[in-house]
């Protein structure tokens, strides 16, 4: 039950975060949206910035299983950064899609030593570790810089789609991804 209820919270939060921004959303539209009383909250997040936390926790882990269910490990090492960047562009295509959480995130919270902003730029190397690491497996000498291109390339997409529906972005970031990863030596 107290599982049931942490998760029910973190849902709620977790749409109005994502529908309506995290800053724009106040502990006391949490509590009503969920029909909770404050202190329930309080007693499962002991604060808004841990609920957050949790969020963007949450957020990453989703993302990971959507990238790792594209990505079946039997393609050749180039094919794989080819594949993983195509997963990213085609959720950030999904109409459903409202925008990377913790690029969202670190604009809300631009303060470097703020835990959140801290904890969306972590995620973001992640993003960006995991590309260099397939680069760097299919023999890519500046596997670093391929990787913090892609992220470019992807996040661009990631904005410009999210404020403008079919505007081409996607493809335009594939392309232009695919130019990347066959020129990167």
Sequence with gaps: MATQMREHILG???DLFSN????ATSV???VAEAGIAK???YKYFKSKEQLILEYLRQ?????WQKLSSRTTGQEAPREKVMTLVNAVM???EDPEFKGFAFVKASVEFPQLENPVHQTSVEFAQTLRNTIAGIAAEAGI???ETLALQLSMVI???AITENMQRDSGAVQHAKDLAKILIDTAK
Excluded: F, H, P, Q
């Excluded at 309506?20 to 800053?23: A, E, L, M, P, V």
């Excluded at 957020?59 to 993302?63: A, C, F, G, P, R």
């Design 28 to 30: 006391d539209t949490i």
């Design 12 to 14: 709620v939060a977790s």
């Design 20 to 23: 309506r921004g995290i800053n």
């Design 90 to 92: 085609d959720w950030i």
């Design 141 to 143: 000498k500046n596997a």
């Design 155 to 157: 996040e661009g997409a």
């Design 59 to 63: 957020y990453d882990e989703k993302l």
């Design 39 to 41: 202190v329930t909250l």
